[in-house]
């Protein structure tokens, strides 16, 4: 049984182990320390900066739809209350107080708007079935959704601020104008390194350690004793060499959790994404402007199914000057050893930070990406790319949370990715 007093080992300082680890102290528990391999006190999850897990990322999309899923669009719906209000303190806090890493004009959630589209005509059943969940589940919500040519819809959306019929119209050359869908204004994106460093600070004031970099911080293993019904996993051990002892492991390990967890490869899978982005020089004002968040929505366009699936988007500029355009309609695996475990082979994320570097991304996204893009932003071919990413996912096997104890160790072992 796990008290208040247990003490609770946590792998992994992304947005699961971060979250797991703010609400577990803020309910009472007290002894909580969470390890990851990354420097993320040196280096503010910077995905410049040797990170490279899924979250730490410059930009994230916020959206509020979800499809038919309302359990999904109440938890997105939640959340945002709550980044507003983080928004809110950082912005109200003196600049002494911020934690290194943050300014005080970081806006973590950046209600830019998020515009969901897809190709031809007919609205593409995924986004009429969000506008129905908006509609039954939350009308509210869904006076702040206005669908692409709809002429009342635009009506309705110059009424709030005319800034919104521009970003109404910004993509409009996506697919020649061939598109259906809708703008979501409630929508938008995080700026989730920022989001992370700032989680991370609240849980320290919380009262969570935190055991960062590698070796010190970066799990070998976890330390397992006894065998048949009282096998159960009594701490981690670090490359460093140190072994911690826990009652309870929680292994937030992202697309790293099946070389954590070797019974996990039967339900997740880390598969890469396509990242590409795009440094715009200083003297294009012209772009800069056009892609101000202010000015730009996060938006994402979908078309074809199976084989011919595509699902790609793109981000506006941050403050650097950065574009960020991602591709998610083909993922990929890279199979290796487990680390642990000799008879077993896992999807293992590959990245330009891991001992076999790489730093390209499969030409199959990147041409498809190429011609979206090319076509409805065509001031923008003559930039071109100027950096890439691969980005792991954790994919389960039904594309559902994992979030429970693993079976076999006597609830000392739980996994949440
Ligand atoms: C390309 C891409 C685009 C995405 N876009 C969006 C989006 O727009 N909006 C959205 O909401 N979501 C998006 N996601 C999903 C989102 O990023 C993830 O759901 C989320 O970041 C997962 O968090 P996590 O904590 O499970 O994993 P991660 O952030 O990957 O964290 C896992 C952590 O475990 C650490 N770790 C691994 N192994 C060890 C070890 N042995 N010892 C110590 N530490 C270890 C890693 O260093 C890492 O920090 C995207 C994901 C990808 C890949
Ligand atoms: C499982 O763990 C509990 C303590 O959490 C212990 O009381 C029980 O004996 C364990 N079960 C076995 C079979 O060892």
Same mark, same amino acid.
């Given at each position: 049984m796990i008290s208040h007093e247990s003490r609770i080992i946590i792998v992994g300082a992304g947005v699961f182990g971060l979250s797991t680890s703010l609400w577990l102290a803020r309910s009472g528990y007290k002894d909580i320390t969470v390890f990851d391999r990354c420097a993320f006190d040196k280096n503010y999850y910077n995905p410049s900066d040797g990170c490279d897990g899924a979250s730490a #990322?410059?930009?994230k999309v916020f959206r509020t739809s979800y499809g038919s899923r309302k359990d999904l669009q109440a938890l !997105? /719906? $939640? !959340?945002? +209350?709550m980044w507003l209000q983080w928004d809110k303190i950082l912005q109200d806090s003196p600049e002494s107080e911020l934690p290194p890493g943050l300014t005080r004009e970081d806006k973590l959630l950046d209600i830019c708007g998020c515009y969901f589209l897809a190709e031809g005509p007919t609205l593409r059943s995924f986004y009429r079935q969000g506008l129905e969940t908006s509609a039954k589940e939350t009308p509210e919500w869904r006076e702040l959704q206005f669908v692409k040519g709809d002429l009342e #819809? $635009?009506?309705r959306l110059r009424k709030f601020d005319a800034? =919104? @019929?521009k970003k109404y119209h910004v993509i409009d050359k996506i697919n020649n104008g061939d598109t259906n869908g809708f703008i979501d204004i409630a929508g938008g994106i995080n700026l989730a390194d920022k989001a992370c460093v700032y989680a991370r600070h609240l849980c320290v004031k919380a009262g969570v350690k935190f055991v960062l970099g590698d070796p010190h911080g970066k799990i070998e293993h976890l330390v397992?004793? %006894?065998s048949g019904l009282s096998r159960r996993t009594t701490g981690v051990k670090t490359s460093g060499g140190r072994t911690? !002892? %826990? +009652?309870?492991v929680i292994v937030a390990g992202g697309? =790293? @959790? !099946?070389s954590i967890v070797p019974e996990a490869h039967l339900t997740v899978e880390a598969t890469a994404g396509t990242v590409m982005f795009m440094d715009i020089p200083k003297h294009r004002t012209d772009i800069w402007k056009k892609f101000h968040p202010d000015n730009f929505p996060v938006w994402s366009y979908r078309k074809g199914d199976g084989d011919q699936y595509y699902q790609g988007g793109g981000f506006p500029i941050t403050k650097e000057g950065r574009l960020k355009f991602g591709f998610l309609g083909r993922k990929y695996t890279s199979f290796r050893d487990h680390p642990t475990n000799? +008879? /077993?082979r896992v999807s293992t994320p590959r990245t330009k930070y891991t001992s076999d570097p790489i730093s390209t991304v499969p030409l199959y996204g990147l041409q498809r990406m190429k011609r979206v893009i090319g076509q409805a932003f065509p001031e923008l071919a003559d930039i071109g790319f100027t950096d890439s990413r691969l980005c792991w996912y954790t994919d389960t096997v039904d594309d559902e949370m994992v979030i429970d104890y693993v079976p076999g160790y006597n609830d000392s072992l739980f996994v949440c990715t």
């Open positions: #990322d410059i930009n !997105a /719906l $939640e !959340a945002r +209350d #819809d $635009e009506r800034k =919104w @019929t397992v004793s %006894g911690h !002892a %826990g +009652d309870l697309p =790293w @959790t !099946a000799p +008879d /077993l």
